[in-house]
């Protein structure tokens, strides 16, 4: 529910325009109104669209409770009192509204009044009713006893499935894979960072097996898969270490003084693990210790108190779920999963254990659940398009949101990830993104750090697979397999995901598709990503090979297709906002319409190439002839060249063809590859025709208002673009 001018900032209430907004996430359960709620008042609506920049207060969470409600006769009226929190630079305060409105449908109009920082204010409301439950129940979850462990990554029912898993022979080359993690597995490390600092100076390169924040974690998997308690001992030496102040191989990242809350969620959220795992083994005095170390790491006792001091300054002496050091960022932001995820992790694994303040630890858990929610809604698209970018959303879910997702799920029987619809491509995005070029795994990354290359080994740029087959969808697991075997690990012996920490060896442990079969995702996947939902983002593959595939990115963001593959990184013409997408050949082939554009994409390589595009001018939702003479003047303009060197990281050139009639071959057959934009005419419409491919372009050819390149022709019928087959399959 939106309250259009609620709150304002300054000491007193301004005319209704110069206020700001305030959106409030309301639920039921069984017909009844829930007490407990969270509002927004920040950069982004619920949907995840931009707002009016001036109608921003700031971007913290905000509780609210709902004190009185009558729901009758078609009117809801509503009374709700809501702490808006401040951040360094905007002041928070109380606000107390009375809310009145009749639903219609899905949607809802009426007014509120109230007070806020003890001024009147009043306006309208608007709001909508989500059309499914989210989160989702977990099908038959029970829920956790207090002090029953482990519960966070999976339940001890589940440690007799998962000592098979460790006997077969990939769950065997796993445990090697930890114990190779933690240094040998039957001693404590031997090397340790030895900074004192999250930033400067230190020990750059490591061996493997050197200490870890996550050690504790992988002799605690030892410990479950065993039942030796010298695992647990050990187990229970790491984490001693790190509340001793020991800093993680990677500095950054430290139980004590973490580089900032974008590292101390799973910094946070590894301690707390490792308790998990031992709790059972550990003596009270020191699980109690643990455990209250952990809730005063993630909810300071004495509640937020806010500096002005950088978000990434340490040491992150408040909390993680208000005292956030310079304000909060938003969903959209790399940190927000990271922080939230860690911290939402940390107090699943203490939650209703003794000597754990319930009050603390509750409302934390609240406002992680929420914040849950929010991460996705409105950090990812429909298609887990990250709106920082990719490796901004690497970050975000490597570092904390996935495990939280997985962990909420096992601990409090809540999913999060199926009712969202981008849930399902959070990792299996990848399978459309990374090519692999020679020995390296190349990605079309866009925004925030984003590189040419697919990183791995790190803690936000490792174990992707290894953690992400938890959430992937069934439907994909095979594809994700067969993906990760053929193109980021082709050659034997693999690592699993696990290549310097240990939690990734634990997570491949517990959710590698051991014994499952691989299927070619072009089986069971369409050859685009991308959908309705209006993110600025669409792939498109020639199909999966294991090697030497070509892969084209749109961003309507930065207004040009990206390419790469056959050895190179190009630039090609521009991306245009969509609005309707439709399949073509179960996945071959899409169209993507817009307003006055009609942009057709075919990866079947019926063409003679491995990709085509066709981009028709004035055929959309509003229909627009154009067409140019071949004496137009302009012809020649349209045949300019897009310019940039060659590279792995440069553009290529985009070279012209003919404006009209038959297509010439353009470029040299000698080895490297081309994108050609080449322009005719159909139907009384302006085409351009692009193709990448090694060497020359396949030719084209238009007769009675038909289209042919190679074995692929197109036609318009009235509206629609039509695509055909020539000759014999």
């Known amino acids: 529910i939106e309250l259009r001018g609620a709150v304002f900032h300054g000491e007193t209430a301004p005319p209704r325009e110069e206020r700001r907004d305030l959106v409030?996430?309301?639920?039921?359960?069984?017909?009844?109104?829930?007490?407990?709620?969270?509002?927004?008042?920040?950069?982004?609506?619920?949907?995840?669209?931009?707002?009016?920049?001036?109608?921003?207060?700031?971007?913290?969470?905000?509780?609210?409770?709902?004190?009185?409600?009558?729901?009758?006769?078609?009117?809801?009226?509503?009374?709700?009192?809501?702490?808006?929190?401040?951040?360094?630079?905007?002041?928070?305060?109380?606000?107390?509204?009375?809310?009145?409105?009749?639903?219609?449908?899905?949607?809802?109009?009426?007014?509120?009044?109230?007070?806020?920082?003890?001024?009147?204010?009043?306006?309208?409301?608007?709001?909508?009713?989500?059309?499914?439950?989210?989160?989702?129940?977990?099908?038959?979850?029970?829920?956790?006893?207090?002090?029953?462990?482990?519960?966070?990554?999976?339940?001890?029912?589940d440690v007799p499935g998962i000592r098979e898993r460790a006997a077969t022979p990939e769950g065997r080359a796993i445990v090697e894979r930890l114990r190779l993690m933690l240094g040998g597995g039957e001693a404590m490390p031997t090397r340790f960072q030895s900074a004192t600092d999250a930033y400067g100076g230190g020990d750059r390169n490591l061996p493997v097996g050197a200490y870890t924040l996550w050690h504790g974690m992988g002799f605690g998997m030892l410990y479950q898969l065993t039942g030796e308690a010298k695992y647990a001992d050990l187990a229970r030496q790491c984490v001693q270490k790190a509340l001793d102040g020991q800093r993680d191989r990677d500095q950054r990242y430290a139980f004590v003084r973490p580089g900032g809350k974008l590292r101390a969620g799973s910094s946070f959220a590894a301690i707390a693990m490792a308790y998990d795992l031992c709790y059972d083994a550990w003596d009270e005095d020191f699980r109690a210790e643990v455990a209250r170390r952990v809730l005063d790491a993630v909810i300071a006792p004495g509640g937020a108190t806010f500096t002005d001091e950088k978000a990434m300054a340490e040491p992150v002496d408040g909390d993680l779920v208000f005292n956030t050091m310079g304000g909060q960022h938003s969903p959209h932001s790399n940190h927000y999963g990271a922080w939230n995820g860690g911290g939402g992790t940390a107090i699943l694994a203490i939650l209703g254990d003794p000597g754990v303040d319930p009050r603390r630890a509750r409302l934390a858990h609240r406002v992680f659940l929420q914040r849950a929610r929010r991460a996705l809604e409105v950090g990812y698209g429909d298609t887990a398009y990250f709106f920082e970018g990719h490796h901004g959303g690497r970050l975000n879910s490597n570092t904390g949101l996935i495990t939280y997702l997985h962990a909420l799920r096992v601990a409090e029987g809540l999913d999060f990830v199926e009712p969202f619809s981008g849930g399902e491509w959070l990792v299996s995005k990848w399978m459309y993104e990374i090519v692999r070029d020679g020995s390296t795994l190349r990605s079309p990354m866009q925004g925030i750090y984003a590189a040419d290359h697919f990183e791995r080994g790190g803690m936000s740029t490792g174990g992707d697979f290894a953690r992400g087959f938890a959430i992937v969808p069934e439907a994909h697991r095979g594809a994700l397999r067969w993906f990760y075997e053929n193109e980021i690990e082709p050659e034997p012996p693999r690592t699993y995901d696990a290549i310097r920490y240990p939690h990734h060896a634990v997570f491949a442990l517990l959710f590698w598709p051991i014994g499952e079969p691989a299927v070619n995702p072009g089986e069971v996947l369409p050859r685009y990503l991308?959908?309705?939902?209006?993110?600025?983002?669409?792939?498109?593959?020639?199909?999966?090979?294991?090697?030497?595939?070509?892969?084209?990115?749109?961003?309507?963001?930065?207004?040009?297709?990206?390419?790469?593959?056959?050895?190179?990184?190009?630039?090609?013409?521009?991306?245009?906002?969509?609005?309707?997408?439709?399949?073509?050949?179960?996945?071959?082939?899409?169209?993507?319409?817009?307003?006055?554009?009609?942009?057709?994409?075919?990866?079947?390589?019926l063409s003679g190439a491995p990709l085509l595009f066709l981009t028709i001018d004035g055929l959309g939702q509003e229909r627009r002839p154009d067409v140019i003479p071949p004496d137009d003047p302009l012809a020649a303009a349209l045949r300019d060249r897009f310019r940039g060197g060659p590279g792995p990281a440069q553009p290529r050139p985009a070279l012209g063809g003919e404006l009209r009639g038959e297509g010439e071959n353009v470029g040299r057959d000698d080895g490297t590859s081309h994108i050609l934009n080449r322009r005719t005419t159909l139907s009384g419409f302006r085409v351009t025709v692009t193709t990448v491919q090694q060497g020359p372009g396949p030719r084209f050819t238009v007769e009675d208002d038909r289209l042919t390149i190679g074995r692929r022709a197109f036609r318009i019928d009235g509206e629609q673009l039509v695509f055909e087959r020539v000759g014999e399959d």
């Open 24 to 157: 409030l996430y309301l639920g039921r359960r069984g017909g009844e109104w829930t007490t407990e709620f969270m509002a927004w008042a920040g950069m982004r609506t619920p949907g995840g669209n931009r707002d009016d920049r001036g109608r921003w207060f700031n971007q913290m969470d905000h509780l609210g409770t709902v004190t009185e409600v009558t729901d009758a006769e078609g009117t809801v009226r509503m009374t709700v009192e809501v702490d808006v929190k401040p951040d360094p630079w905007v002041p928070g305060g109380a606000g107390r509204y009375t809310l009145e409105f009749t639903p219609e449908g899905d949607h809802f109009q009426g007014t509120f009044s109230g007070t806020f920082r003890g001024q009147e204010v009043q306006g309208v409301l608007r709001g909508k009713v989500w059309d499914r439950d989210w989160p989702a129940a977990v099908e038959g979850w029970r829920p956790f006893e207090p002090g029953e462990h482990p519960r966070v990554l999976f339940r001890k029912e």
């Open 530 to 605: 991308g959908g309705p939902g209006g993110e600025p983002y669409f792939v498109f593959r020639s199909g999966w090979t294991g090697g030497g595939d070509v892969i084209a990115t749109g961003y309507n963001n930065d207004g040009f297709i990206q390419g790469l593959g056959l050895n190179q990184r190009w630039i090609g013409g521009p991306a245009q906002p969509h609005t309707v997408v439709e399949d073509i050949e179960d996945g071959l082939a899409c169209l993507v319409r817009t307003p006055h554009r009609t942009f057709a994409a075919d990866m079947s390589g």
